[in-house]
């Protein structure tokens, strides 16, 4: 715990002084953190190979090593990303609305750091320079505990971003790695009120959920996507499969890849089996319910579970549905509120389903593999938030700023 | 815990329905409720009654029965604000930004509802009907928990509410009360994830602090307010004068009212025995430091924990700091991030105090007395957020909304 209180202590310091920060010394800064990544890559690349090794020994799965893994041309990336970053329009300071009571009182409404935040995620080294980046142009300072296994990793990149940081007008303690790996000090990290003003979980359901469960100071969810695509009786039938296949198969390990189609009875027996050919040919694995399986016998049983599940594989599951009402009941019973497709030609029938399904980002006759930082024109992104407090759908650079009541008068008292 | 997971299915239910409700409805039904509250006054009183014996016989302290005490002018007051609810312009369907991305994709950034609100508060039943009519008018679904001192009141008016606007095209199970009044069910709806979206927690520090140690369901922290005025060298006396007094002593109770008085020592000498005079002659218990003891001996010795106390009575503590710096240092370790103010006519130090100390609402030569929704002009609120995600400061309608991202395209698959 001591390394929590000292490194929220430091943070919490840092945090003040950031708030009074040009753009320009934070775009500085973050040039020089991305040149020194760029020129101390035989470092990060030394300390990486003690995590590749460990993980090997320890028989981590090899899709798992790849995301650890970092090499020349990956650093080359990372540190272009913070060049990115870099180049966005800076939110803080902005004044969002400014208006004068009757009283003369003037107030206006600021954008504002968040103050210190804190991110937990998985051995994904990546992370560790994006959150850095992300927050420092927020003018935030951050608390980063990373998977254990990429402990080595993250420790060259930390020393690297702080030096480069700190030696270009960035206040020290604004960049913070919890170097302590033990369980116990992640959920420290949950639980550190009065330092922490926003945690975000980065990663898989099951750390979502402990961290659902276990914090005490606000947190932001994010990721867990069991997206589903809804082919309505009137839709263009190669644009439905272009998207389906497009959202299934293009990237299936991430959250806005489909993982549940719904299609209407009226078009079920004529195209589900032109689907399930296309499906299968790009590999995916169909399980479906009864009605799928009158008409393809072949097809998987889909159990009540399937119907709950995120594969993040090669895998879909297939429900038959009679019309736009029961699919949105569907969805509204199963989904994790994060992006959800309609394919029809019928306006109508797309509105209702835009205004009743509940999702971070609804759409009509496109991919549900846009709802991204990028996709959407914010820039990089930290995090694609699943919940309705604060943020919604990708996390840009708005997302990590608060906001400040900024009130001036000449005397005023109130009546 | 049958209760909670029977409102929460409801509310659930119920919120998919609210989102597509018009404006005029709502209003209709907010209109119906004020006038069933008025004509039904005397059901309410009755109630009330009841729970104000009960509250006598334990003992209840005389300002806390005040705060339950229903009578036909109060019922009309609470009605009135229901009104007033009903003529505020509704936030939800606003589209706050839309953009075409150059693939062709049209987003809009719509707001919609919550969803399903959850308020635990304590035994005032006035706030049963706001918090039904601000969740209402923004097509939210709530569950209220209210201090069993009040729920004979509660139930009463809950009850009448329900008839009226479930009679007017509101779906059922768009409002409700929890009736078990155990702490384990209060405790149970904190942890009632799947079915609540925001919970917000109105009362003291003690129920705050229970609330964020034990909930797992999405809050916002409001209310508790340590406020601090800084007099300046440099300011116009009289205007301080006035403005430490009002935000003393307008209504003590309150949480944005003045709780510490820094003075820069430079005036302390001449200007603190006119201040001490007048907090005298006001009823307010002054506690200094060790300096302002030196000035006014009779002044009472404080403590390190009265720094930290939000006193909500005629009871104010003074430090006499070392310039601005000192004062924001001060501020910045011991608030709640509730309002703070600064008195001075010069221009450089109040920008400076309104950039660096961190708070909803900083004011330079205003009282903090009005951190509040009517007089920031956004009607009325549900409380003041007091954290920095979602919301900061008076939560007006707005406040109680989320957003979606709603895509149209017409074809688009991701590269």
Redesign the interface.
């Known amino acids: 715990m001591n390394e929590l209180i000292y490194k929220g202590e430091m943070a919490k310091k840092a945090a003040?002084s950031l708030?009074?920060l040009s753009d320009e010394v934070k775009n500085n800064a973050l040039i020089a953190i991305a040149n020194a990544l760029k020129n101390r890559a035989e470092e990060i690349i030394s300390a990486n190979n003690k995590d590749i090794a460990a993980a090997e020994e320890k028989g981590m799965k090899k899709a798992m090593i790849d995301r650890l893994k970092l090499d020349k041309k990956r650093i080359d990336t990372i540190a272009q990303g913070v060049v990115q970053v870099a180049e966005l329009p800076d939110p803080v300071g902005e004044i969002v609305k400014e208006?004068t009571?009757p009283n003369g009182?003037v107030?206006a409404q600021k954008r504002v750091p968040?103050?210190v935040i804190a991110i937990i995620y998985e051995a994904r080294p990546n992370v560790t320079v994006d959150a850095a980046a992300l927050t420092l142009k927020t003018s935030n300072a951050v608390i980063l505990r990373g998977g254990s296994e990429a402990i080595n990793s993250n420790m060259a990149l930390m020393k690297i971003m702080q030096e480069a940081a700190y030696s270009n007008g960035i206040p020290e303690g604004t960049l913070n790695l919890i170097e302590d790996t033990a369980r116990e000090t992640a959920v420290g990290l949950m639980k550190l009120?009065g330092y922490v003003?926003?945690l975000i979980p980065r990663g898989g359901q099951g750390l979502i959920k402990a961290v659902?469960?276990n914090a005490?100071v606000?947190?932001?969810?994010t990721a867990a996507g069991n997206c589903h695509i809804y082919i309505d009786g009137e839709c263009?039938k190669k644009?439905a499969l272009?998207?389906l296949i497009?959202?299934k198969v293009?990237r299936p390990s991430v959250c806005n890849a489909v993982e549940t189609l719904l299609i209407d009875k009226s078009i079920a027996s004529d195209f589900l089996p032109e689907i399930y050919r296309e499906l299968s040919k790009n590999n995916v694995e169909v399980r479906g319910c009864e009605e799928c399986r009158k008409i393809i016998p072949d097809i998987i049983q889909a159990t009540e579970d399937d119907w709950y599940t995120e594969y993040n594989d090669y895998i879909i599951s297939v429900k038959i549905v009679d019309g736009i009402d029961e699919a949105i009941s569907h969805i509204?019973k199963y989904n994790t509120k994060h992006s959800e497709a309609i394919i029809t030609q019928n306006q109508e029938k797309?509105e209702k389903f835009?205004?009743?399904v509940?999702?971070?980002?609804?759409?009509?006759?496109?991919?549900t593999?846009?709802?991204d930082g990028f996709?959407?024109?914010f820039g990089a992104e930290i995090g694609i938030s699943t919940?309705?407090?604060?943020a919604?759908?990708p996390m840009g650079l708005e997302q990590l700023t608060?906001?400040?009541?900024?009130?001036?008068?000449?005397?005023?008292?109130?009546q």
């Open positions: 003040f708030s009074t208006w009571r009182l107030i968040m103050g009120n003003d926003m659902v469960a005490t606000p947190v932001v969810e263009d644009m272009d998207i497009n959202a293009s509204n797309a835009l205004n009743e509940d999702a971070a980002a609804v759409y009509v006759n496109a991919s593999r846009f709802t996709e959407f024109g919940q309705k407090m604060h919604r759908g608060s906001i400040k009541y900024v009130i001036h008068g000449n005397g005023q008292i109130r």
